[in-house]
């Protein structure tokens, strides 16, 4: 609880350092200075948000998060699986897919592959 406080009295500081300066002349040093407060405001807001919260909202927000994760993952994996097939189907209908994607993480790394550069840029033709 002490933490608490004090980034309490630390966001009511700055939020009346805030107040004060409007007050002053607006001026480009100004407005950045302002910007850089309340960028410290909404930090501490996040913190003193993550202090309060109670064990079933930090279990929530730990699934939310890996819930996103998993989506993102997924969509990378389909696009990456789609633009390997569409290499398949385009160019080398003989190939396998792992042939092919061994090629594309040799491509990737700068190395070189046996697939022309042509069929990385444009996969459809």
Known sequence: MKKLTRLEK??????????????FR?????????????GQLSNLRE???????????K????????TKANQNRSSKNKRNW???KSIRDNYFPDKSLKEIRTSLKNHRKGLET????????????
């Open 10 to 23: 630390e966001f009511e500081a700055i939020n009346n350092d805030l107040i004060k300066l409007n007050s």
């Open 26 to 38: 607006d001026t480009p040093a100004l407005r950045k200075f302002k910007r850089q407060l309340q």
């Open 47 to 57: 913190q003193i948000k993550k202090l309060n919260e109670t064990i079933e909202e």
């Open 59 to 66: 279990q929530e927000n730990k699934i939310k998060i890996s």
């Open 82 to 84: 789609n633009y390997v």
């Open 114 to 125: 046996d697939i022309p550069d042509v069929a990385w840029r444009n996969p459809s033709p």
